[in-house]
């Protein structure tokens, strides 16, 4: 059996299943890209719940995995050259499990690196503007009286969303014919914006020609669906 003791964030979160691929994550746009990726691969798995509500990304255990206190966090049993292999920061997860997968990442060079190149602009652009739009039309930041901040983020995720509406165009996926990480990178955000923030009105999301339909596409995948609530809340 695999031993991950040496890892302390498996003394708070104990694993049942060592041999399998850890994942310590959420269900918020950036966990999800983790579970639906695994969904998808078919790579077995144990899913852990960090309770923000507890902050449990807080605490000594869990940092000692991510010292930035975020999810998705991972731990690999099975890494390369046959040794647990630690990982966090979700571009950086969805990269190493298609390459250890071999699926949702194109083999040939170009294509593949054109593939990266749709990753970064999500975890760069799409993940954190989108995540201010929240602030500041949901949460905390809607009671601040100049709405100048909202007004700023929301033309820039405006912005946003008609790149990946252009890039759409005559295409199924990013990729084209090709579900990749690139589409996994952005439902999560994409979902989260027209419903849990509210914001489908305030940045003209149906006024867009491709992205809608994009999203009820990714969004009819039952591994999609499934890992969309992964991983369930603790009882």
Known sequence: MTDLSAFPITKRWPPKQPDRLQLYSLTTPNGVKISIALEEMELPYEAHYVDFGK?????T????LNPYAKIPAIIDPNGPGGKPLPLFESGAILLYLAEKSGKLLPSDPAHRYETIQWLFF????VGPIFGQVGYFHKFAGREIEDKRPLERYRDETKRLLKVVDDRLEGREWIMGGEFTIADIAMIGPVRNLVGYYGARDLVEFDKLANVPAWLDRALARPAVQRGLTIPAKSS
Not at 122 to 125: D, K
């Open 55 to 59: 902050d449990d990304q807080k605490t």
């Open 122 to 125: 999500q975890t760069s652009g």
């Open 61 to 64: 255990e869990f940092r000692s």
